[in-house]
């Protein structure tokens, strides 16, 4: 039997109203002018409500390209359904995409704030039947309010690889550590100030990467993320307009631009 999500996310997005859209205007590869295709403009919509003891969100992508094929228009659809049980909150999420409809990533999860302890299942379903792609549990602990300790053991079920998370904090500082057989890598981020944070990350293959994020007050804020030979990435938040620019490097030359700009629309 033939299997389509599209229908079941379009009944999950009927239950209630549509909310804010977001407009997002695109410039990739770096061409700032000429073919008009280098303008790729979006938009997006995402709403929530309530069914009984359910919560309901749900969203879609869509471009803005001129074109006759209506079909292509659709990047993707997803829905999303929760709910609490006793101290427990349980979710599923689907998600569909554009060029494939009849197929969705999913997944499931279940957690306890007052247990610290979450788990996630993620796979796919459609035609071709379900699998399970990744599963990974968390399990957190709060040392006299001051630190805080999580460690989340994942399992890639396709490849048969396992690695472990660790997550730090105290105070203005945390610290990230993600180790496996064949690889490690530490993030730090650190609050300087009431309007600075850095953010150093190094790996056991040599790659080095060095953030810097700037408040700038009433939600905004440039974040700034230089990775030695390969790019420089800035995200422009301004209220309700975001940018994300990124930047290549030959070398130490930019070797182009590109760009991503989103207003959310007050309807």
């Known amino acids: 039997m033939k299997f389509t999500t599209l229908p079941l996310l379009f009944i999950v997005g009927c239950v209630g109203a549509v909310s804010r859209p977001q407009i997002s205007i695109q410039v990739r590869d770096g061409a700032l002018s000429g073919d008009i295709e280098a303008i790729d403009p979006t938009i997006t919509w995402e709403?929530?409500?309530?069914?009984?003891?359910?919560?309901?969100?749900?969203?879609?992508?869509?471009?803005?390209?001129?074109?006759?094929?209506?079909?292509?228009?659709?990047?993707?659809?997803?829905?999303?359904?929760?709910?609490?049980?006793?101290?427990?909150?349980?979710?599923?999420?689907?998600?569909?995409?554009?060029?494939?409809?009849?197929?969705?990533?999913?997944?499931?999860?279940?957690?306890?704030?007052?247990?610290?302890?979450?788990?996630?299942?993620?796979?796919?379903?459609?035609?071709?039947?379900?699998?399970?792609?990744?599963?990974?549990?968390?399990?957190?602990?709060?040392?006299?309010?001051?630190?805080?300790?999580?460690l989340t053991p994942r399992f890639n079920v396709a490849d048969k690889t396992a690695d472990m998370f660790v997550s730090y904090s105290k105070d203005k500082t945390n610290v990230g550590l993600s180790t496996s057989r064949t690889s490690q890598k530490i993030s730090v981020s650190q609050q300087i100030g009431e309007n600075n944070r850095i953010m150093p990350t190094f790996s056991s293959g040599g790659e080095f990467s060095l953030g810097w994020e700037r408040f700038l007050g009433k939600g905004s804020s440039i974040t700034t993320v230089l990775t030695p030979d390969k790019d420089i990435d800035v995200v422009w938040k301004d209220g309700e307009w975001k940018a994300n620019i990124n930047m290549p490097l030959d070398g130490i030359s930019i070797s182009g631009a590109n760009v991503n700009i989103k207003r959310e629309l007050k309807l």
Not at 106 to 133: I, P, R, T, W, Y
Request: no cysteine.
């Open 47 to 150: 709403g929530s409500s309530s069914y009984f003891d359910f919560d309901l969100e749900y969203g879609t992508e869509a471009s803005l390209q001129v074109t006759d094929d209506f079909a292509s228009l659709p990047r993707n659809v997803w829905g999303r359904v929760s709910r609490r049980i006793g101290q427990w909150g349980v979710s599923a999420h689907a998600k569909v995409f554009g060029n494939d409809m009849k197929n969705a990533k999913v997944e499931l999860a279940a957690g306890s704030e007052n247990d610290k302890f979450s788990s996630k299942l993620m796979g796919s379903l459609g035609n071709s039947g379900a699998s399970v792609d990744s599963i990974q549990v968390t399990k957190g602990f709060d040392f006299n309010t001051t630190h805080y300790v999580a």
